[in-house]
């Protein structure tokens, strides 16, 4: 009896043993499942939802190689496959982890996706308003984008630094190039060895120079005040001759200038008294017989003043005698 118990605890103890290996195989097996979709990226609660599209050329698209929307990660490359093969086709097929409705009209293009040369899918929404299902056939377009072209720009440039590499290998290689890139550094040493010989002899007259130099730059600075003073009178001075009414005394000064225009022009034409008195000689001549004449009545009245003067201080008039 007692054996038959032995027995039946031993069972109980491998069953419990087989128990706990099964479990923890189960558990082994999820833990390695969602793992490898977690360093696939994969959620594996999030709704799956698979695409199709056809392709001529991959261009380096790989699986597992991502799908974006506007730079966004949307899902994944998840298998290759040839589709045919007159001529070639190769149908990939695309795992969206998003919830998303894409157009019917949408298509993914094979684009660069970093500097290295790595590839992606991009998606280009469309704009009708019929959605595809999971399992439809988004149509495969061209590959654009501004990676492309930056790729293509980068790829010039490599071009571009070769040929200046590979002339710059010619210089110094071709025709005695680097003996003479030597003989240059060699005459620049010697030139560098005479400048310091030249500034070693004459250190002295250097350092007045420097000791001038420093000097008028503290002079500058003491006179610094004056000259400001300076400006600001200047300042104020081009400030009142730009206030002053320039524009007026220019016209004054113009319409003088006309008036005495005028009155010359007058003068030269014999308009007026002083154009008669300059212009007409009988004129002249006349003023010039009073002016005669009136200078003897002068000289007779200061020789002979009695004819014209006949007072006296007593009241009587002298009789003057006939003759």
Do not use: W
Not at 62 to 85: A, E, Y
Request: net charge negative; hydrophobic share 40%; glycine share 8%.
């Amino acid at each position: 009896m007692e054996s038959q118990n032995q027995m039946s605890a031993g069972k109980k103890k491998h069953d419990t043993r087989l128990i706990r290996v099964g479990l923890f195989c189960i558990a082994s097996i999820v833990v390695f499942y969602f793992g490898a979709n977690f360093l696939k990226g994969i959620d594996v609660f999030k709704k799956k939802t698979y695409y199709y599209a056809v392709f001529d050329d991959l261009d380096g698209l790989t699986v597992g190689s991502p799908v974006v929307l506007h730079g966004f990660k949307i899902g994944k490359i998840t298998g290759i496959s040839i589709f045919d093969t007159r001529p070639v086709k190769l149908c990939t097929e695309i795992f969206v982890t998003e919830n998303m409705s894409i157009p019917v009209d949408s298509k993914v293009v094979v684009s660069s996706g970093d500097l290295l040369g790595g590839k992606l899918l991009t998606l280009e929404m469309g704009q009708s308003l019929v959605f595809l299902h999971g399992g439809d056939t988004l149509v495969a377009g061209e590959a654009t984008g501004e990676m492309t072209d930056m790729m293509d720009n980068v790829g010039n440039l490599v071009l571009k630094l070769d040929s200046v590499v590979s002339g710059i290998n010619k210089v110094f290689y071709a025709d005695g190039g680097l003996d003479n890139f030597s003989h240059a550094l060699a005459r620049l040493d010697t030139t560098m060895y005479n400048v310091q010989g030249i500034m070693k002899d004459n250190r002295p007259q250097i350092n007045k120079l420097v000791n001038d130099i420093t000097l008028f730059a503290h002079s500058l600075h003491e006179i610094t005040p004056d000259l400001k003073h300076a400006i600001s009178n200047i300042e104020q001075i081009t400030d009142t001759v730009a206030q002053f009414e320039l524009g007026k005394v220019l016209n004054d000064m113009q319409y003088s200038m006309n008036s005495l225009s005028s009155l010359l022009h007058k003068m030269e034409h014999g308009d007026g008294n002083v154009g008669k008195l300059l212009n007409e000689d009988k004129l002249y001549t006349n003023l010039e017989t009073t002016t005669a004449e009136l200078n003897m009545l002068l000289k007779d009245l200061r020789e002979n003043p009695k004819r014209y003067v006949h007072f006296s201080l007593f009241g009587k008039r002298e009789k003057v005698e006939k003759h």
